[in-house]
């Protein structure tokens, strides 16, 4: 199983007037993160734009288990958790700077035409990726 890291240092816009990282912001850090393992198994999202494809997000989930700061450096853990050459679920956990859990969580898409939005099959029109995506995957253990 492949698990991409992405560093990302917090913005002060980046916080509430609590202090800590206002929490709409770990699914932008996800979509960072989704970008890295993308470009760590060796293909372009946009260039799968270009192409009329895109991938929406159809559900996703973030538990929060301790703040980031303003200064601190978050380290965005990204996997694909399941794939099943339609859909994807990408799994996530991101640390503090003291490498403590801070956020785990999870995304789920599929790639579908742009002007239709109909799902494609990634395995007959994306056979790499889908072969890509098959060796990354988490396994499951039977």
Known sequence: MLVSTKEIEVRYAETDQMGVVYHANYFVWMELGRTQIV???GFNYALLESEG?????LDIQASYKKPLHYG???????????Y????????Y?????????AVTGWSRHACVKKESFRPISMKRKYPDW????ENAKKQVEK
């Not at 956990?93 to 859990?101: A, H, K, P, T, W």
């Not at 889908?130 to 995506?133: F, I, K, L, R, V």
């Open 39 to 41: 470009q760590d198994l």
């Open 53 to 57: 494809i895109i991938s929406p997000v």
């Open 72 to 82: 601190e450096i978050a380290v965005v853990k990204t996997w694909i958790e399941e």
């Open 84 to 91: 099943d050459g339609l859909r994807f679920t990408y799994g």
């Open 93 to 101: 956990e991101i640390y503090n700077s003291d490498n403590e859990l």
């Open 130 to 133: 889908h072969e890509a995506y």
